[in-house]
Structures are given as structure tokens and as C-alpha cells.
């Protein structure tokens, strides 16, 4: 990978937190905080980037998956179509694809890449499409995850425990442990929802 889009790993990786975290959990017992919306806090890889990222996800490199599912999930819609605040994206970004982001994702999640997996599991709770809502889909990907150690895949399924939402049982002590588990990364926001638990 080229220094370039190493460097920018990080910022695509938030960009996918806060996305998922924002509106998977967006009715959680957590508090929303006052961080900023995902779109402030990434900006795209510039053609020739977005290019050596293509070819280098092509060949299989599942960083460049994630980040390339990630580009096409933002794309260069107008401000019209982007969230809230969120500046308008140059026009050499890929247009938004959410079929070649879901494309992209399943290839690196499907290979363990835990922020691709959790990045599916938002794509298919169907809230930027209706389309892609597959409540199967996104509990398994969610826990694959979570599983493998995200402490936001932990975060948002332990609410959904807490809550007993979109397919899964009410369970709080199952919740307390995910919890937990996240908090010990440290996540946050899990911490917080730990010492309100009862």
C-alpha cells in the first residue's frame, strides 16, 4: 500500500465507525456525544489514488477493499445527497455505488476484515436504501464483528441485546458482556453505558 492511502486508512476506518455507529445505534442507550458527522472527518483519494487503490483491491488486498467499498459508499453525490454538514465531495471521486461499495466490503469481510463487516451490516439495515435491507445479512455480519474483536460491532449488537431490536433476543446480561468487552478496548461509549447499567 502506498503511503498515501496508508494515511488515509485511518480516516476511512472513522469514516465507517461513525457511519455505522450513527445510524445502527442511533436510538442506543448511548450518548450521541458531539463528534463530528463522518463526511467532516474524511475527504477522498484524488483519481490517480483512487486508481492504484482499484488495482490494488483488485488483487485481492483486503485494506484496499474496505477503502474502496468505503469511496463508493461516500461517492461524489451533491450536498443535496450527502449527510447533514457534510462538504460536497470533488467530482473526480466514484460516483456513489452502494452495489460496488456492498461488492467491495463482502469482498474484504468475507475474509475477516472486521471494519468491512461492520460496514455491511449498516449497508444492510436498509436506512440509505431500502434495497439492501437484510436483517440476516446484517446480524451476521455484525457478529462476525464483533467476534473477531470490534468494540463498535461489540457496542452497536450489545445494544441491540440491551434493547431486544432487529432480531435479537432481549438479553442484558449478554449486552453487560459485549459491554465490557468494548470498553476494555477502550470504546467509549460502551464505558458510559456500563456505569448506567444497573
Not at 500500500?1 to 496508508?6: D, E, F, G, K, Q
Not at 463530528?36 to 472527518?41: G, H, L, N, R, S
Not at 450536498?79 to 466490503?105: I, V
Request: proline share 11%; charged share 15%; net charge neutral.
Amino acid at each position: 500500500m502506498t503511503p498515501t492511502l496508508r494515511a488515509r486508512a485511518p480516516l476511512s476506518s472513522l469514516l465507517v465507525a461513525l457511519l455505522v455507529l450513527g445510524g445502527c445505534a442511533s436510538q442506543d442507550t448511548a450518548p450521541s456525544g458531539d463528534a463530528q458527522t463522518p463526511a467532516q472527518t474524511q475527504t477522498q483519494p484524488p483519481a490517480d489514488a483512487l486508481s492504484a487503490l482499484r488495482s490494488q483491491a483488485s488483487r485481492g488486498d483486503m485494506d484496499s477493499q474496505f477503502q474502496l467499498g468505503s469511496a463508493y459508499f461516500i461517492g461524489n453525490a451533491p450536498a443535496a445527497q450527502a449527510p447533514p454538514g457534510a462538504p460536497t465531495p470533488p467530482a473526480d471521486n466514484p460516483p456513489r455505488d452502494l452495489k460496488q461499495a456492498e461488492y467491495w466490503w463482502k469482498q474484504a469481510a468475507d475474509r475477516g476484515h472486521s471494519m468491512a463487516a461492520v460496514s455491511l451490516a449498516y449497508l444492510y439495515t436498509g436506512r440509505d436504501n431500502p434495497e439492501f435491507a437484510n436483517q440476516q445479512a446484517m446480524l451476521k455480519y455484525l457478529n462476525q464483528s464483533a467476534s473477531g474483536g470490534n468494540p463498535m460491532a461489540q457496542h452497536i449488537l450489545g445494544n441491540l441485546y440491551l434493547r431486544g431490536a432487529q432480531g435479537v433476543p432481549r438479553d442484558p446480561d449478554q449486552a453487560r458482556r459485549l459491554f465490557d468487552s468494548a470498553c476494555k478496548a477502550p470504546y467509549p461509549a460502551s464505558c458510559e453505558v456500563l456505569e448506567r447499567l444497573p
